[in-house]
């Protein structure tokens, strides 16, 4: 049984349950979601709704999911890059190409595989089996510094953190183009394309608000190095926004272009900057992680022509 649970925020008040449900998970349809809330295996503050249910601000949905295979996730011995750790939370950089959590086909070599060597036992169980301490989750070739709850009182706090958009978030990425402009904000609503539901796209109606600082850090001749704050976090949000604006990540197929410079396995982004205050202490602390060197390689190549 893996447990999924959600706070709504302020944009989120007047949505169907089953439809935020939907924009907020992997792989759950609405007619699955309607099918839960039938079995009462989907609840809103600890009691059953129906599906026509509006969320309100605070509301705090959680969602029992039976797996159709019992699946074991298993402890793996792999090697991670530990920037901080106490009996509360572990802070890592994340490499890029590692999954956060198993998935249906990534079952073996994400970054749970590996906390669970690492931690033993000793992680937040509010995510369920498949996701245990993970708070917030960066993409698979996003590389960078992410927090992992080892109790559920540290868990339950840093969820807050982000459902108040209180955690410093900031990005490092490269993109096509030259932004004329020092800094700018994208303020532009993200939910699911239309067109394809496996992206995420700017949408005029349906979608949650996203807001993207973007600050340059350097220009060179057809492309800037910038750095990107993030208030939310939404899904892909600032691939999604740059490519809107047209200045789309270099070595993203996905939103960007299918011919790419140079050999980056992925997006160049990468989560330089996390900011949060210490669900114990009460302490802010900030963590930073260097871009890897293929990113750092990259931008020398650039600055010699």
Same mark, same amino acid.
């Given at each position: 049984?893996?447990?999924?649970?959600?706070?709504?925020?302020?944009?989120?008040?007047?949505?169907?349950?089953?439809?935020?449900?939907?924009?907020?998970?992997?792989?759950?349809?609405?007619?699955?979601?309607?099918?839960?809330?039938?079995?009462?295996?989907?609840?809103?503050?600890?009691?059953?709704?129906?599906?026509?249910?509006?969320?309100?601000?605070?509301?705090?949905?959680?969602?029992?999911?039976?797996?159709?295979?019992?699946?074991?996730?298993?402890?793996?011995?792999?090697?991670?890059?530990?920037?901080?750790?106490?009996?509360?939370?572990?802070?890592?950089?994340?490499?890029?190409?590692?999954? /956060? !959590?198993?998935?249906?086909?990534?079952? $073996? #070599?994400? =970054? +749970?595989? %590996?906390?669970?060597?690492?931690?033993?036992?000793? &992680?937040?169980?509010?995510?369920?089996?498949?996701?245990?301490?993970? /708070? !917030?989750?960066?993409?698979?070739?996003? $590389? #960078?510094? =992410? +927090?992992? %709850?080892?109790?559920?009182?540290?868990?339950?706090? &840093?969820?807050?953190?982000?459902?108040?958009?209180?955690?410093?978030? /900031?990005?490092?990425?490269?993109?096509?183009?030259?932004?004329?402009?020092?800094?700018?904000?994208?303020?532009?609503?993200?939910?699911?394309?239309?067109?394809?539901?496996?992206?995420?796209?700017?949408?005029?109606?349906?979608?949650?608000?996203?807001?993207?600082?973007?600050?340059?850090?350097?220009?060179?001749?057809?492309?800037?190095?910038?750095?990107?704050?993030?208030?939310?976090?939404?899904?892909?949000?600032?691939?999604?926004?740059?490519?809107?604006?047209?200045?789309?990540?270099?070595?993203?197929?996905?939103?960007?272009?299918?011919?790419?410079?140079?050999?980056?396995?992925?997006?160049?982004?990468?989560?330089?900057?996390?900011?949060?205050?210490?669900?114990?202490?009460?302490?802010?602390?900030?963590?930073?992680?260097?871009?890897?060197?293929?990113?750092?390689?990259?931008?020398?190549?650039?600055?010699?022509?």
């Amino acid at each position: 049984m893996e447990q999924i649970c959600l706070t709504a925020c302020e944009e989120d008040e007047g949505k169907r349950v089953d439809l935020f449900v939907s924009e907020e998970t992997d792989g759950l349809s609405r007619s699955r979601l309607q099918k839960l809330i039938e079995d009462r295996e989907l609840l809103v503050n600890l009691k059953p709704v129906k599906p026509s249910y509006k969320i309100r601000k605070n509301d705090f949905i959680t969602v029992n999911i039976s797996e159709p295979e019992e699946t074991e996730i298993l402890p793996e011995n792999i090697a991670l890059a530990v920037l901080y750790e106490d009996k509360d939370l572990i802070v890592i950089d994340k490499p890029k190409g590692m999954v /956060v !959590h198993p998935a249906a086909g990534h079952y $073996s #070599g994400t =970054l +749970v595989n %590996a906390l669970l060597y690492h931690c033993g036992e000793g &992680l937040s169980g509010i995510n369920g089996v498949l996701r245990p301490g993970i /708070v !917030h989750r960066i993409d698979k070739d996003t $590389s #960078g510094v =992410l +927090v992992a %709850a080892k109790s559920d009182f540290a868990h339950a706090a &840093l969820s807050r953190c982000l459902a108040e958009h209180s955690m410093t978030r /900031v990005y490092k990425a490269l993109c096509f183009g030259v932004i004329n402009r020092d800094e700018l904000t994208v303020d532009l609503p993200i939910g699911r394309s239309k067109s394809d539901r496996k992206k995420m796209a700017v949408v005029t109606s349906g979608g949650k608000n996203a807001f993207t600082t973007v600050k340059v850090t350097e220009r060179f001749r057809t492309y800037t190095y910038a750095e990107a704050r993030l208030k939310t976090g939404r899904t892909h949000q600032i691939r999604v926004h740059m490519a809107h604006i047209g200045h789309p990540l270099v070595g993203d197929e996905v939103y960007g272009r299918s011919k790419q410079p140079f050999i980056t396995q992925g997006q160049m982004l990468h989560a330089a900057v996390l900011g949060f205050v210490h669900p114990a202490s009460g302490q802010y602390m900030e963590f930073e992680a260097p871009i890897p060197e293929y990113f750092s390689e990259i931008l020398a190549k650039l600055r010699k022509k």
